[in-house]
């Protein structure tokens, strides 16, 4: 099946330094990707969708100078944190998909930790 | 605003059961519903998706089954083995847009 890579798996940041996470889908193009974010045991929450070419599309009470994603290629999407706090400390997942008539494929994910 | 529950939050079972998992959603006007399974600090693996126009969709021991109008999805898991203890979850979408809503997830652990 279609394959997404998500890297780093996981990053140990100081307070206030930046911290950029890549989405790759290997074996597809993908015009449209989402980042997820999820807390401990809890179910995932839909931070933003990145569209090739264009700007981000942000869900509300997310702050999109907080989190920048760009959508460079049609295989790359990141998201990088900026000034990262320890309450971005998250996982994040990413997703892909050829179409929506097929299903939706994800990365690893990307443990943030900010110390 | 849809929302998607899953009941119960946590099931064990012996090893060798059938079990069903039940994921249950308020707008019944879906695009389409996937089942993903999350192991712990991983990402997600898809197992099935059901269009809309479909009433099941089957995966070897897996099965999956929609109802729209009554805004239920059950999984059901044949011959269960220690190897799918993970959370499950499901993900509706809607017609407008692509976006996905999770359930709050089941998680699994299977009793060798």
């Known amino acids: 099946g279609a394959v997404v890579s998500q890297h780093p798996s996981r990053v140990i940041c100081k307070s206030g330094t930046s911290v950029k996470i890549e989405c790759r889908s290997l074996d597809f193009q993908a015009t449209t990707m989402f980042w997820y974010r999820q807390f401990p045991k809890q179910s995932l929450m839909l931070m933003a969708t990145?569209?090739?070419?264009?700007?981000?599309?942000?869900e509300q009470g997310v702050e999109k100078d907080k989190f920048l994603i760009n959508h460079a290629s049609l295989t790359l999407s990141t998201l990088t944190v900026t000034s990262a706090h320890p309450e971005d400390s998250s996982f994040y997942i990413c997703?892909?998909?050829?179409?929506?008539?097929?299903?939706?494929?994800f990365g690893q994910g990307t443990r943030l930790t900010v110390v | 605003k849809q929302e998607v529950t899953q009941i119960p939050a946590a099931l064990s079972v012996p090893e060798g059961e059938n079990l069903v998992l039940n994921c249950s959603f308020t707008d019944s006007a879906i695009y389409n519903l996937q089942w993903f399974r999350q192991d712990p600090g991983k990402g997600l693996t898809s197992l099935l998706l059901i269009q809309s126009s479909q009433r099941e969709q089957t995966s070897g021991r897996l099965n999956a089954s929609l109802d729209k109008s009554s805004g239920r999805s059950t999984l059901y898991i044949a011959a269960s083995q220690p190897g799918d203890s993970a959370t499950y979850l499901c993900a509706v979408e809607p017609f407008g847009n692509e976006k996905l809503t999770f359930g709050t997830g089941t998680r699994l652990t299977i009793i060798p």
């Open positions: 990145s569209n090739e070419g264009s700007k981000a599309t942000y």
């Open positions: 997703s892909a998909r050829l179409d929506r008539d097929t299903e939706a494929f």
